[in-house]
């Protein structure tokens, strides 16, 4: 059984800080990692994808990846009350690249 | 205009009845999913499909069924619900072939949802 692992949270960061997300995975194999923004009550939307080690920037998010550690980060910097929402980890099955394994998610809440 | 539509967005219903889901997409997607969102357990995938003649279990596909009527529908079936099948659904799907506008090839476009809840 493939694993994504979350800390469920709340998170709680101050209007303007550096929110910092964390996920690890169990397959040592996986290849391809997106987070998921999920607002109460409303559907997952993709913020952003890696597949290389190392940092991906976008805007104010930046992922993160360490495949030796077996563990993929989220940063949002400048912090928004708007950025408060449940924050999902995906990580694409190794062997069928049509299969998505997701965590249970971090609460996020940005305090104004 | 939403892509991925789901209906009904909300359903109560006794144990032991049958109930449908409904999803339709107008992205052209050939693949498409079903998961349920549970508190504490994030989503788990139902069913999958790659096309009209191509359906897969998922993770927990048991007690469910489904049906690719055509590239945009894909239904999920409880044939008798049962209250731990109550839940949150989404329907999702994905164009691999990095058709879209997106840059990313992999991702999952989610319907609203259906909150399901069985008595």
């Known amino acids: 059984q493939k694993e994504v692992e979350q800390n469920s949270g709340p998170l709680s960061v101050p209007e303007g800080a550096i929110a910092s997300l964390n996920c690890t995975y169990s397959?040592?194999?996986?290849?391809?990692f997106f987070w998921y923004r999920q607002y109460s009550g409303k559907s997952p939307e993709l913020i952003m994808f890696?597949?290389?080690?190392g940092d991906k920037e976008d805007g104010r998010f930046t992922a993160q990846l360490n495949k030796a550690s077996q563990y993929v980060s989220l940063l949002i910097r400048d912090s928004q009350p708007s950025d408060s929402a449940t924050y999902l980890c995906?990580?694409?099955?190794?062997?069928?690249?049509?299969?998505?394994?997701f965590g249970s998610g971090t609460k996020l809440n940005v305090k104004p | 205009d939403a892509d991925v539509t789901q209906t009904p967005r909300n359903r109560i219903t006794k144990t032991g009845k049958r109930i449908m889901l409904e999803c339709s997409q107008t992205?052209?997607?050939?693949?498409m999913y079903w998961y349920r969102q549970d508190p504490g357990l994030g989503l788990r995938l139902i069913y999958y499909?790659?096309?009209?003649?191509?359906?897969n279990k998922g993770e927990i596909s048991d007690g469910y069924s489904v049906s690719r009527q055509a590239q945009a529908k894909f239904s999920l079936s409880l044939e008798s619900a049962i209250p731990n099948q109550t839940a949150l659904y989404f329907c999702?799907?994905?164009?691999?072939?990095?058709?879209?506008?997106?840059?990313?090839?992999?991702?999952?476009?989610f319907g609203p949802g259906t909150r399901l809840t069985v008595l």
């Open positions: 995906a990580v694409r099955d190794l062997y069928n690249f049509n299969k998505f394994y």
């Open positions: 499909s790659f096309d009209v003649k191509d359906i």
């Open positions: 992205k052209g997607h050939d693949r």
């Open positions: 397959d040592r194999g996986s290849q391809s």
């Open positions: 890696i597949y290389s080690n």
């Open positions: 999702a799907t994905s164009d691999p072939e990095g058709q879209g506008a997106s840059s990313s090839t992999d991702t999952q476009y």
